[in-house]
């Protein structure tokens, strides 16, 4: 017989899968991130408990091209200063991805808010224009100019905060809405970068009920680079979540946040 695609991966496939996955060379992304304060009740607004506002109140969008080889993706975060347990770091509101791939991986093992959107990154000579779109709308877009190299960074950590859950299955689970308890991310990225420039510009934000980023204005522009970085990434789960803390907040995740109540569709069983 035929082998059966659907059925039960051996033992020895699922060790080279794994291994191939802990092998990865570094991937080099060209990246537009643009920097500035906002609102700094808006921002305490949108952090679920534990996480607490940082000391400035600083909004970070992150658009990005990644090359590889026949599969082009583009990656997009657009992020708030937080604080957690004495860790400084950011709470990502929205990640758009292009593509499904990247977009799983993210969601199921780490907790990242991502959806598919467009992510569009152009540079003419030294012109530079980077967005972030979903249903049609572009609600985040970087534009600027080169205006100068800068000096490159030694290679950092960075820390991303990210919320891991389940919506019950039957609407109520254990009475959270959750069918397990939410658990908090921290997951760490240690950051390369072989190219920086300076870009003078502005960020545009612009009205989406999908992705309400304009909520978050931009009050101080505090810088807009782009370059090439590469990085890597390690989860960990520090903490076990009160789940009727966080389920106020679990509408950031979706785009019609009663979709997780409404049940298989007809004929799907």
């Known amino acids: 017989m035929a082998r059966v695609r659907y059925g039960a991966r051996t033992g020895a496939e699922i060790a080279a899968a794994r291994t191939a996955g802990s092998r990865l060379p570094d991937i080099w992304s060209t990246g537009v991130v ?56 950011w709470y990502p509101l929205v990640m758009p991805m292009t593509h499904e791939r990247a977009l799983i991986g993210g969601r199921e093992v780490f907790g990242e808010p991502k959806k598919l959107g467009e992510v569009t990154v152009e540079r003419e000579g030294l012109v530079v224009r980077a967005a972030l779109a979903r249903h049609g709308i572009e609600f985040v877009e970087v534009r600027g100019a080169v205006s100068g190299p800068l000096p490159l960074p030694e290679p950092t950590r960075k820390t991303d905060f990210y919320f891991k859950f389940l919506p019950a299955v039957d609407g109520s689970g254990d009475g959270s809405g959750f069918d397990a308890g939410p658990v908090l991310v921290h997951c760490v990225r240690n950051e390369k970068v072989r190219k920086l420039e300076r870009i003078s510009g502005d960020v545009v934000l612009r009205e989406s009920m999908y992705d309400p980023v304009a909520d978050l204005p931009v009050r101080e522009l505090v810088g807009i680079t782009v370059g090439e970085k590469t990085t890597d990434q390690k989860g960990t789960v520090v903490e076990r979540i009160d789940a009727q803390a966080l389920l106020p907040y679990i509408h950031q995740r979706y785009d019609d946040p009663q979709q997780i109540l409404d049940g298989p569709p007809p004929g799907s069983a």
């Open 34 to 89: 643009a920097v500035w304060e906002s609102d700094p009740d808006a921002i305490a607004a949108v952090l679920p408990p534990p996480l607490k506002p940082s000391a400035r109140p600083l909004v970070r969008v992150n658009i990005s091209k990644v090359d590889l080889p026949g599969y082009p993706l583009g990656a997009g975060s657009f992020a708030v200063a937080a604080a957690h347990d004495g860790v400084e770091g």
